[in-house]
């Protein structure tokens, strides 16, 4: 119903204007080693302390 | 976004506006022209709407698909109710807006004044002080800084 009156053809390409050039960002696959969360420890800090 | 996405060049950055719609699950944000709602903490992929591709591949021109945004902010802000006028010439503005910043990424096609792009999130939200109650549950619902701005416009 929203476009029952209403053309939206070409109304938005007039908005930004006419094309200059087209650009691809991909995101990688895999994160970098630095962007990876740190593990959690495997022995409670607190075994590992003298008794 | 509930995966994180890792990237080697920075997404783009533009402005737009949504349409601000209240639902049983809290306020959502909604594109202005085609009323899509935008998933929360997932990206928004474009999708060619009826009539508007002409039977060109996308992103090649006629094609006028693809999420919009703007260079300007002055531009995303003029853009609802520009949009709203159109629809409706005697006035009755049924919808409130929220201007913006979103990430693109993907296929992006850069026009002079805004851009046309494959995929899309939320990057932040400027709210006008009469939003204010807004800002909490969109900030939790996207995962995103949400501001209010004092001199804002609704």
């Not at chain 2, 995303?76 to 709203?84: D, G, H, K, L, Y």
């Not at chain 2, 503005?93 to 992006?108: A, C, K, M, N, T």
């Amino acid at each position: 119903l929203r476009f029952l009156f209403v053309s939206t053809r070409g109304v938005n390409l007039a908005e930004i204007g006419d094309p200059v050039r087209e650009i691809e960002i991909v995101p990688r696959e895999e994160p970098l080693p630095q962007e990876l969360p740190l593990p959690e420890p495997s022995v409670p800090e607190r075994e590992l302390e003298p008794a | 976004l509930s995966t994180p996405l890792f990237f080697d060049q920075t997404p783009v950055v533009a402005w737009r506006a949504w349409a601000l719609v209240e639902t049983g699950e809290g306020p959502e944000l909604r594109s202005v022209v085609y009323a899509h709602p935008w998933p929360a903490r997932a990206p928004l992929r474009m999708a060619c709407e009826p009539g508007g591709c002409l039977g060109a591949r996308w992103p090649m021109q006629p094609h006028a698909c693809g999420i919009h945004a703007f260079k300007d902010r002055a531009d995303a802000v003029a853009f609802p109710s520009m949009w709203e006028a159109r629809r409706f010439p005697q006035g009755a503005f049924p919808e409130q807006s929220v201007v913006g910043q979103v990430s693109l990424w993907g296929r992006i096609v850069e026009h002079e004044r805004g851009y046309r792009a494959e995929l899309a999130y939320p990057y932040a939200l400027l709210l006008s002080p009469e939003q204010g109650r807004f800002a909490a549950p969109l900030a939790a619902r996207y995962n995103v800084d949400v501001l209010v701005e004092p001199h804002a416009r609704p």
